[in-house]
């Protein structure tokens, strides 16, 4: 360990120089001989202040330091919650990296990164900062701890430069023996699991009020979620498997198995694995400090579907409110996670949350094994399991039975007078028209940074992961109002079969439709064209913010593309866009939709919006989420009276165009490590 130097990896080439009195006290009467050490010229220095006075921190610092650290532990919240509020309240920069400095050797690493990056993110000071990619920092949590062994090796016997890159084996948690394993490179994938992380951090639970209170915040929990699932449904479709099932009935074993084989350094110990048929237990973890039993996420569900079916919920007071069409959805999103924000936390519980935990200690509900919880505790990792898609099925059902008690959307809510759709085409170069086409990649991420261990310098790993051809959407779009009119093109992708290869019903395929694209266009001619690259899409990150090399990628200093790479953290991975196919081509129905701007038009003014990269999914920074709409719409209620399949649904603003997906069963792609790629400055 290196108590003077953050930002591990000498390729970094900066370290702060540290006040005395900061060093903790087994390093203190080392201070100049570390000075020494770690001395590499003046010009990388950076000063750091000393702090007239500290604040009070014991809540945090009382987290055991080689411990485990979980979002979903109240325990761990209040004492990340500790830090993040004095990092917060810091005055100046200075004030901030100072504690930020004097904090990094007296907490338990996870918590200190997780509080780091929160603050970093809503700081009005740090929107300049870009967060390295967590990937980097905590490779341990994203790939096979084989490759550690044999990264310590090549760097030991090879010079940077010379290195070669350790390729992770596609398939290193199961064999296709288990049949869930044949959907571990979606469940897997670097990109997917870092957009969870960074979901969480923009949508911290609890918290500083003026952090957590984000607009339609429960909604975007939701929907975020609901879209998660939609898109691991159709793979699992891609990959002959049937849907995933909720998982409801907290008694019956759990048949899939999940050995991560991730590797948790801080403790020095693996991730607990989950046996076949596992059943969970009554939970009390008085290293945690909770306890709470099944039957409590039972009652929680019954209250929260009675509140459904009653249409209102119960406050603290006894008065009822109603879960109208406004607020409803977002009052929910809140209550069943539960969020800070929960309208009644003693009522509703904390269904979702202590859900994951029930699940992730199953292997050892009362503490007596002294083991810590599986990866369904960490945001980082919990989508890596199969069980993770299932319990939120569970939650999802319930938004469901929520969303089916609203009336269907009415033609004119739906419509757009005079304007309509003359044409939809789907096109990439070299492919087929109206065909996807996906394969294999490599990709490379450097984990020098994640490592202490001497001797330093670049070494890779090599992933192989899904990609699809970058494809353009021609839409042709006749407006005969006589004037200048906007919309919102909103672009979905569903099914067109289901397990037992009849064709999903509208009911089920209304929740099945995938977003791929979200953007505001004007219609000034009677005839308008739009074309619109898949690398523009609103709900995705671009490809160099998964993959990418901090220095070699950094954009410029004082450039837009600064302020937009830390919330830009979060938004679906770019590669991740189009759902694998299948070798003869997986049937699906894309559908288009040009809806009136000036019924989805966000009135409040837009305070400099920062990151609009991945707005879908993850918003925009310090402002309103930017569409009126529903989150899902016009997916998200149940069709009008009468409407049973889609082609019924749809009004003239909309379209249907049949495309299949066409998936290359080997690796199409390498992507070799460049330097200084500019990264494309995507607006929404
Ligand atoms: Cu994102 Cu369950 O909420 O993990």
Request: aromatic share 12%; glycine share 0%.
């Given at each position: 360990n290196e108590p003077l130097v953050i930002g591990k990896g000498d390729d970094l080439k900066v370290r702060f120089s540290v006040p005395a009195d900061y060093l903790p006290e087994r390093y203190k009467p080392l201070a100049d001989d570390l000075e020494n050490r770690f001395s590499i010229g003046n010009q990388n220095n950076i000063p750091v202040k000393e702090l007239a006075s500290l604040p009070d921190l014991n809540e945090a610092f009382s987290l055991d330091r080689r411990g485990?650290?979980?979002?979903?532990?109240?325990?761990?919240?209040?004492?990340?919650?500790?830090?993040i509020s004095a990092l917060m309240k810091q005055p100046s920069f200075e004030d901030f990296q100072s504690l930020g400095v004097y904090c990094r050797d007296r907490c338990n690493p996870y918590m200190y990164i997780y509080a780091l990056s929160v603050a970093i993110l809503h700081r009005a000071d740090c929107k300049e900062i870009p967060l390295p990619s967590f990937a980097e920092v905590l490779p341990e949590k994203f790939m096979d701890k084989s490759v550690f062994v044999r990264m310590r090796e090549e760097s030991n016997l090879v010079e940077p430069g010379s290195r070669i890159p350790l390729e992770v084996p596609k398939d290193f948690s199961a064999s296709d023996l288990d049949e869930e394993h044949r959907v571990a490179y979606f469940r897997e994938d670097i990109g997917v699991n870092l957009h969870?992380?960074?979901w969480h951090l923009v949508y911290p639970n609890n918290g500083p009020l003026n952090i957590v209170n984000k607009d339609r915040r429960g909604e975007l929990f939701y929907y975020m979620h609901q879209q998660i699932l939609a898109r691991y449904n159709t793979e699992r479709l891609c990959n002959k498997l049937k849907r995933t099932k909720k998982f409801n009935n907290l008694r019956e074993p759990i048949p899939e198995a999940y050995f991560s084989k991730l590797d948790a350094a801080n403790t020095s110990r693996t991730w607990p694995p989950r046996f076949r048929n596992a059943t969970l237990g009554d939970l009390n973890r008085d290293k945690e400090g909770f306890r709470f039993e099944l039957s409590d996420l039972d009652r929680w569900r019954d209250r929260i579907l009675e509140a459904i079916h009653t249409g209102t919920v119960t406050t603290p007071k006894g008065d009822r409110v109603t879960l109208d069409i406004e607020r409803g959805i977002d009052i929910l999103g809140n209550m069943l996670e539960a969020s800070g924000l929960s309208i009644n936390r003693q009522l509703y519980g904390e269904l979702h949350n202590y859900g994951h935990l029930a699940i992730a200690f199953c292997h050892d509900p009362d503490n007596r094994y002294l083991e810590q919880f599986a990866v369904m505790g960490d945001t980082s990792t919990a989508m890596r399991d199969p069980i993770f898609y299932r319990w939120h099925e569970n939650i999802n059902d319930m938004f469901l039975v929520y969303k089916d008690t609203l009336p269907g959307y009415t033609l004119p809510e739906l419509g757009f007078k005079d304007v309509r759709i003359r044409n939809v085409e789907l096109s990439a170069p070299g492919i087929p028209m109206n065909e996807f086409s996906t394969f294999w990649q490599q990709s490379d991420v450097n984990l020098s940074r994640g490592m202490?261990?001497?001797p330093r310098g670049p070494i890779f790993a090599r992933f192989t992961h899904l990609q699809h051809a970058p494809f353009t959407v021609k839409i042709n779009v006749e407006n005969e109002t006589g004037q200048r009119r906007w919309g919102t093109v909103r672009i979905f992708l569903a099914p067109k079969y289901d397990e037992r290869n009849a064709e999903v019903k509208f009911k089920d395929q209304r929740n099945s439709f995938i977003e791929l694209d979200r953007f505001v266009v004007e219609l000034p001619e009677?005839?308008?064209i739009i074309e619109r690259s898949s690398l523009e899409s609103a709900v995705t990150i671009p490809f160099e913010y998964t993959f990418r090399d901090l220095d070699a990628n950094r954009p410029e200093e004082g450039t837009e593309a600064v302020a937009n790479f830390n919330f830009c953290g979060c938004g679906w991975p770019q590669h991740m866009l189009i759902p694998k196919g299948s070798p003869e081509g997986f049937p699906c129905q894309l559908f288009v939709m040009v809806s009136d701007y000036e019924q989805d038009r966000v009135d409040s003014p837009q305070s400099t919006p920062s990151c609009d990269n991945a707005s879908s999914y993850c918003g925009v920074r310090d402002s309103k989420y930017p569409d009126r709409r529903a989150m899902g719409f016009p997916f998200d209620r149940p069709p009008r009276g009468g409407v049973v399949?889609?082609?019924?649904?749809?009004?003239?603003?909309?379209?249907?165009?049949?495309?299949?997906?066409?998936f290359t069963d080997r690796i199409v792609a390498k992507r070799p490590l460049q330097a200084n790629r500019a990264l494309p400055n995507k607006r929404q």
């Open positions: 485990s650290f979980s979002l979903f532990i109240p325990q761990h919240r209040d004492c990340a919650n500790n830090l969870h992380w960074h202490d261990f001497t009677r005839n308008n399949t889609l082609a019924q649904f749809l009004t003239p603003n909309m379209a249907v165009l049949d495309t299949k997906i066409k």
